[in-house]
């Protein structure tokens, strides 16, 4: 009876237990079950790396038009010279600061020497000769005379005085033959003109009356009127942008009074970088010579057609020394560095040109913690 009794308690002890256990267990499933409901699941992201503020965005393609407007100045004829095409004595200018001369136009009336160019020149070569001879002899007569020679210093400077002065008799001949030449009626002179090559104002006249002059002498400057070039200044990206695609410009001026020219495709190619401007913008210069009332251009169009694009977000372009870049994708999810042209903005997007890379993803966001080779999630 005792036995049977003590086998009770034993059996209620452990049914005790493992209703406890059981109790003990679901409670705990309970509680990890709420706990798992308060706290919300960690969404997975696109990056591997970086910030929650960068993300892998597609980017799309797409052919667009440009239209781009430009200021326009007239390019500042430079200075022309006229150079005198004879030589002889310059007797009378014809022109003065301020004149208006035309191609073809009398500026200059010479005094030139018709003569026996033959008997002449060779009493003059002569002459010259003689000179020279002359200086030389005198040398060598104060070189004795200040004793470099030493001994029998008397006897070589009476050689040498004896040699000196038969040299300038011998100058003073041929300079007689010159003269000679010169003053007989075997010298004729006629007045010749010197005629302007080049159209336009005098602005300085470099050579007066009475003067002799050589053949290529600089006798007057002047300025034309006008240029025959119109000036535009363009941003770095918009000149790439020109250059690549100057096949498919069309173009037209705009004058003062909103009236417009389209210009021809001889005229648009002839669109040359000159300089770069103190602003860092690249000049380009187009030549409009054969366009009438060019003084009157207010402005240049430009529409490049059918550019091949790539649109992206605004937030992917980032800067560095003064060229555009954005963050592309590769087949790898590395982030590469590309620099790109951009060729408009508009609502938030960019296009830009869509060149030879080949790339269809960009990082948009904050890209300062970006860094060359850092991957990211498919």
């Known amino acids: 009876m005792k036995n049977t009794k003590v086998r009770v308690q034993q059996v209620m002890m452990t049914v005790g237990c493992l209703i406890f256990l059981v109790w003990v267990g679901i409670r705990g499933m309970k509680e990890r079950v709420d706990e798992t409901?308060?706290?919300?699941?960690?969404?997975k992201t696109q990056l591997a790396v970086i910030s929650k503020n960068v993300h892998v965005q597609s980017v799309t393609d797409e052919v667009i038009v440009v239209n781009q407007s430009y200021a326009t100045q007239i390019v500042a004829a430079p200075a022309i010279v006229i150079r005198a095409d004879k030589a002889g004595e310059l007797v009378q200018v014809k022109v003065d600061v301020h004149s208006r001369i035309e191609v073809g136009q009398?500026?200059?009336v010479l005094h030139v020497a018709q003569k026996d160019t033959v008997g002449l020149g060779q009493a003059m070569r002569k002459a010259k000769e003689a000179k020279q001879q002359v200086k030389e002899q005198l040398d060598q007569l104060l070189a004795i005379d200040r004793g470099e020679d030493a001994t029998e210093a008397k006897e070589k400077y009476e050689k040498q005085y004896a040699a000196y002065t038969a040299a300038k008799k011998e100058a003073a001949m041929y300079e007689e033959q010159v003269n000679n030449f010169t003053s007989s009626t075997q010298v004729a002179y006629q007045e010749k003109a010197i005629k302007a090559n080049t159209a336009g104002v005098v602005t300085q006249v470099l050579v007066g009356a009475g003067r002799t002059i050589e053949v290529n002498q600089a006798l007057l400057?002047?300025?034309?009127?006008?240029?025959?070039?119109?000036?535009i200044a363009v941003t770095?990206?918009?000149?790439?942008?020109?250059?690549?695609?100057?096949?498919?410009?069309?173009?037209?001026?705009?004058?003062?009074d909103q009236s417009s020219l389209q210009l021809p495709a001889s005229v648009v190619a002839s669109l040359t970088q000159q300089?770069?401007?103190?602003?860092?913008?690249?000049?380009?210069?187009?030549?409009v010579a054969s366009i009438p009332n060019i003084q009157d251009i207010q402005k240049l169009d430009l529409s490049i057609f059918n550019i091949p694009t790539k649109v992206v977000d605004e937030k992917s372009l980032f800067t560095r020394e003064d060229t555009s870049y954005i963050w592309a994708v590769n087949a790898e999810n590395k982030a590469v560095a590309t620099?790109?042209?951009?060729?408009?903005?508009?609502?938030?997007k960019v296009y830009v040109q869509k060149g030879n890379t080949d790339w269809n993803r960009v990082l948009v966001g904050d890209l300062k913690e970006v860094k060359e080779g850092d991957t990211f999630d498919k």
């Open 37 to 43: 409901k308060d706290t919300p699941v960690e969404e």
């Open 106 to 108: 009398e500026i200059a």
């Open 221 to 231: 400057t002047l300025q034309q009127e006008q240029g025959k070039s119109v000036q």
């Open 236 to 256: 770095s990206e918009n000149y790439l942008l020109v250059r690549n695609h100057l096949q498919q410009i069309r173009a037209k001026v705009v004058f003062q």
């Open 275 to 287: 300089s770069i401007n103190e602003e860092g913008k690249i000049v380009m210069s187009l030549n």
């Open 339 to 348: 620099p790109v042209v951009v060729v408009k903005k508009e609502a938030g």
